[in-house]
């Protein structure tokens, strides 16, 4: 649709309408500010008209403004200039709200003098999530239409509302069903009927009462998801103190003081490159836009242990059958009760309606006869992690299933490529690495195999987006991307902190610190220490590595010290079972380590635990670059960020680098290189991308 088409006027009556018609979703960019601007010059010489009706054109109103202006600054018309003129014009203006009225969106309706919303429509303010304070008068606007504590609520939520909350708040006049535009015109009819005066926002007052430092406080706590580690709040709290204390328009100067410089935080950069990084992780060369997938419809799982359960939900939660296949009865019954449970649990937190619960259980067959899954498209193996046995299930299921049929694997560790020979349909074979809880977590590593074909490929992307994952491809290598990034780097930096006389919870607390989810330790103790050793014992086979390497993992492992689920691991579990305290025989085994290395032990400061742990990191994620493991470096933040619990905000590893600068990430892996040899080694890419003054960034740049 050509910039000037973007905005379309129309009249009913003495109704005009005018339609926000930029499909998908009608993102706003200066063709539709433009657009607005010309619709209310031409209806405001329109005498007959008696009222404006405002409408987004498609299943939607108007999800947010188009972030790509963000980058390049916005252009005239500012956002400003068309809600001001939207807002004083002379006759009533109405907005139908359907669909997704978000960002952008909901500033444009709230400069509106009434509101409708279609059921079914959800309203926010998602900027928090950007680390972006809204520009267009948001934090002045809400207020004025529903407090200032439910606006600022509202704000640092991000989360949208539904038309019924958004009546209460009275953020809304009415909700309606059907046709937007039908319903817009009907309610601009009986509002001049009833004589309905134009009102706008701007001149309301701001109610103040019960806005004060205890209920921001009490705000900020409640929101720690989205405000812990982060700086937005401070400012986005600023503004609407603004909101009460100011006048309208000082009030709007000041948001957009705020706003233009919290589009330069490190934070705003970060959350950004996230949120254009997750959408573009399945865009790989080989596939290309036209490789279109096979189509999918019945799905089996093998094995009902914690990973296929979890699965099954997955695939049953997007709406999909589901046979669940195990062995055993007793692991089949382990499966059916995991899945209750979690539909239970997921019922009484108000998660899910009992209805959907039970549909969702519904699509779900556990069964023990393995010819269940004969008339699968895909099914998903996830037995014991072991190479045998994985081989001779593979096989099993190649001689069941049809031949146009894709088998995918779970393993975390084992060659896909070795395990699809197994078969003889080597191209249908494919690693589908969820992680756990499988049902929550986002991240899909999807393993290509070295036979694997594109439309194999083409299939597991398109399934793993309709099952609401974020898909990225990786090599058929060593620990495939995260894990190998997480052993070779990170956790075992972690373990070699502590044989040089780092202490177990001064690690976790300093990563934790840095925004980590967990520490080392703590992940290990609750994964399990033993599934981290059989993981590795696994990968050895595929390559060795230089000692030490997590040795005090593998050391307290035959121990049966393997972490929560045995009341002791690297931390003990006495009082609570969740909540470790340091151990003196943990503290023992580890000096005896480092002195049988000749290791000296020495005092560490928070800063050199959280440097080493990530320089690791980004250096191990340098080289998986590098050998083409991981096509780009934005999906190695993805696989960071929702796998591993690195922070978002500092935007992954390889994003955190840029920020850094790699000249200077180069310099100081070679400073650690001369004093530690060995896995300090800098990365080639790392030195090259450092010489040039480049950056991931830019590498990912020419890739795409
Ligand atoms: P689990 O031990 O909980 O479950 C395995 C299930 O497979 C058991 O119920 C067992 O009875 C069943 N089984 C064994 N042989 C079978 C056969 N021939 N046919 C049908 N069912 C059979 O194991 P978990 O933790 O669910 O792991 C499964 C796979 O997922 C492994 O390959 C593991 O490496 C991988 N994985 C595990 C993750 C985790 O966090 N636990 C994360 C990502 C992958």
Known sequence: VPKQQSVQLSKTGTVGVLTVNRPPVNAVDAGVRSGLMAGLREAALDTELAALVIVGAGRTFIAGADLSELGAGISNPSYGDTLAAIETFPKPVIVVLHGECLGAGLEIAMACHYRVAITGAKMGLPEIGLGIVPGAGATQRLPRLIGPVAALDMLLSGAPIDAARALDLKLIDAIAEGDPITAG???????????????????????????????????????????????????????????????????????????????LTRESLALRHMFFAERATSAIPSVGKDLKGLPIKAIAIVGAGT???????????????????????????????????????????????????????????????????????????AVFEDMELKKKVLGQLDRIVGPRAIIATNTSSLAVTELGAATRRPDKVIGLHFFSPAQIMK?????????????????????????????????????????????????????????????????????????????????????????GTLVRRQLMRRASRVDPYCIVSDTLTPMGRVGQKAGKGFYSYSADPRVGELDPEVTGIIERLAAERGITRSVFSADEIVERFVLQLINVGADILDEGVAYRAADIDVVWVHGYGFPRHVGGP?????????????????????????????????ERLAAERSSFTNFDRRRT
């Not at 009907?186 to 007052?205: D, I, W």
């Not at 239970?344 to 556990?366: D, F, S, V």
């Open 185 to 263: 015109v009907n309610y601009a009819h009986n509002l001049v009927a009833s004589g309905g005066p134009v009102r706008p926002t701007r001149l309301k007052g701001v109610a103040t009462n019960d806005f004060d430092d205890a209920a921001i406080a009490v705000l900020v706590r409640a929101h720690s998801k989205t405000t812990k580690g982060r700086t937005t709040q401070r400012a986005m709290i600023e503004t609407v103190k603004g909101s009460v204390t100011l006048p309208f328009d000082e009030g709007l100067a000041l948001e957009k003081t705020l706003s233009d410089a919290s589009l």
């Open 307 to 381: 990973m296929g359960s979890g699965i099954a939900m997955a695939f049953g939660d997007a709406g999909y059958r589901v046979t669940l296949v195990d062995a055993q009865a007793e692991g089949l019954e382990r499966g059916r009760k995991i899945i209750r449970s979690t539909y239970e649990a997921n019922t009484r937190r108000g998660r899910m309606t009992a209805e959907a619960a039970k549909a969702a259980t519904a699509r779900i067959t556990p069964t023990l006869d393995p010819a269940a899954v004969a008339d699968a498209d895909l099914v998903v193996e």
């Open 443 to 531: 991240l899909l590593e999807i393993v290509r195999g070295d036979e694997t074909s594109n439309e194999t490929l083409a299939t597991a992307l398109e399934i793993g987006k309709r099952i609401r994952k974020i898909p990225v491809v990786s090599a058929d290598s060593f620990g495939f991307i995260g894990n190998r990034m997480m052993l070779d780097g990170a956790f075992r930096e972690a373990e070699q902190m502590m044989l040089e006389g780092a202490g177990v919870d001064q690690i976790d607390r300093a990563v934790e610190a840095f925004g980590f989810a967990m520490g080392p330790s703590r992940v290990n103790d609750m994964a399990g220490v033993d599934i």
């Open 654 to 686: 390889m994003f955190y680098a840029d920020t850094l600068g790699l000249t200077h990430v180069a310099e100081r892996m070679r400073y650690w290189y001369d004093r530690k040899g060995s896995y300090w080694k800098p990365s080639a890419l790392l």
